[in-house]
């Protein structure tokens, strides 16, 4: 079975249909190939046009009617050339319909359309919206046979999707048996070991990097600044401080790397640089904000967090989740209920944000520390998904600290089925009835912990 069939029975699983849409406009109804057939210039403008509306369109319902319109004129069979194809495989990339783009290039090869440099570098771009790694290695085995993978462009799509779906050694095998490395292929190798948690492997390749004569670019910059931040040196984060400076950037990338900067001070615990390059920022966006307000939070800086996302609102950028994440966990360190009940109510009503799971981790936490754990418990009920072992942990933590052994009973039912073979469950448990007095349920719990061989893990220090 060929590569392209395999591509096909990968997709046909998900249900799209054969021909997106059938209808269509009076001005596309127009347009007819046979009209022109005589007339080479003519032809070759009504192509043109037709491509121009592809590239132009506004929205998916638009593209659907032009590109049904393509398939009943049979365009494609007049002109078969790749760059038609491309433009509307990259046009179904451009409004995240990955799927629909497959389906595009699977047709290109059916009729017998071979693709060029173009291609799949766009073909690949779609594919990093879904990540399914068995399509990868096919577009892999197609770019083989047509002679394309050492296009730099398709190797930098295939290091970055293969590190994207975790596997690695895949990443830098393309990447070592490349014949001729730019600095596409050096960002895709580190951007993606530091977003796959290879923080150490990132700095190190970025130091490779460095030795080999090429200069860091803005994205370059981005991801070894975010591994430094993973691993929280600030030794290291200080040097590569000064590579921002010497790394040649245009446009937006000024404030990527200055959000990476604000990022990676925070997370080495160093709020007072993070602050001074936020100060420093001609451009602020919703990523700069975010970004000290969760460094602020994470350090427990309440007061500071807080005030920075009143100074956000009133310069008019709009949170996100994320931002929300970080207001509420400073309210959860400064104990502040009133107003993390406040915060998480102006998310819903005002910003209409979907509260995630962690929103609510922050509010359970706050409720169970601050001993509303009846308003903890109701919380938990009514959340839209699956508490995690971390909710219900919270929600436990409250209940030792006020001795609540009807709803610790309760939450611990749902840990021991979570996690049967965690300790921490039975031990706290006995510590709830150990300060209620209930000596005898004390001895139940020692008496279970021995019968499933279970054992308090002692504490120790790095």
């Not at 046979?145 to 895949?170: P, R, V």
């Not at 749902?414 to 921490?424: F, S, V």
């Not at 279970?448 to 002692?458: D, S, V």
Request: aromatic share 10%; with cysteine.
């Amino acid at each position: 079975m060929s590569s392209i069939h395999l591509l096909f029975n990968t997709i046909s699983r998900h249900q799209i249909p054969k021909y997106f849409a059938i209808c269509f406009s009076s001005n596309l109804a127009t347009l007819n190939p046979q009209k022109y057939a005589n007339n080479h210039y003519s032809s070759q403008d009504w192509a043109k046009t037709i491509s121009s509306q592809i590239t132009n369109c506004t929205n998916i319902h638009q593209l659907n009617q032009i590109y049904a319109h393509v398939i009943r004129i049979h365009m494609l069979h007049y002109y078969s050339d790749p760059f038609y194809w491309n433009t509307i495989i990259r046009a179904y990339t451009r409004f995240h319909s990955p799927f629909k783009a497959l389906y595009v290039s699977i047709a290109m090869s059916r009729a017998g359309v071979y693709p060029d440099t173009y291609t799949l570098p766009v073909v690949l771009k779609a594919v990093s919206q879904i990540t399914e790694i068995s399509i990868v290695r096919q577009l892999h085995t197609v770019a083989m046979k047509h002679g394309l993978e050492t296009n730099l462009f398709c190797e930098s799509g295939f290091i970055s999707l293969y590190a994207k779906s975790g596997e690695f050694d895949n990443a830098l095998k393309v990447f070592d048996e490349s014949p001729e490395r730019n600095l596409g292929s050096w960002n895709a190798v580190i951007s993606g070991l530091a977003q796959g948690g290879r923080a150490r492997e990132a700095v190190d390749m970025f130091l490779e990097l460095k030795k080999s004569g090429l200069e860091p670019d803005g994205v370059t910059m981005v991801s070894v600044t975010s591994a430094c931040g993973s691993l929280g040196d600030l030794g290291l984060a200080l040097q590569l401080h000064k590579c921002v400076f010497q790394a040649k950037s245009l446009g937006k990338s000024d404030v990527l790397m200055s959000n990476s900067l604000v990022d990676m001070y925070g997370k080495c615990g160093r709020m007072d640089l993070a602050y001074r390059v936020f100060e420093k920022m001609c451009e602020r966006n919703i990523s700069s904000w975010t970004s000290l307000i969760v460094g602020y939070a994470t350090h427990g800086h309440v007061r500071d967090a807080l005030e920075c996302f009143r100074g956000m609102r009133e310069a008019f950028v709009t949170p996100n989740g994320v931002t929300f994440v970080g207001v509420l966990s400073a309210c959860v360190h400064g104990g502040l209920v009133h107003e993390g009940k406040r915060y998480f109510n102006m998310m819903k009503d005002e910003y209409k944000i979907e509260p995630w799971l962690q929103h609510y981790g922050c509010m359970v936490d706050l409720l169970s520390r601050s001993g509303l754990l009846e308003e903890a418990g109701e919380m938990v009920k009514e959340m839209p998904m699956e508490a995690n072992v971390v909710i219900w942990g919270c929600l436990m933590g409250g209940c030792e600290k006020y001795g609540n052994v009807k709803m610790g009973e309760w939450v611990a039912r749902h840990l021991q089925q979570m996690e049967p073979w965690n300790d921490g469950v039975y031990v706290v448990m006995s510590n709830i009835y150990a300060s209620n007095g209930l000596w005898e349920d004390v001895g139940r719990m020692r008496k279970i912990m021995k019968e499933r061989k279970l054992e308090k893990i002692p504490g120790y220090s790095l």
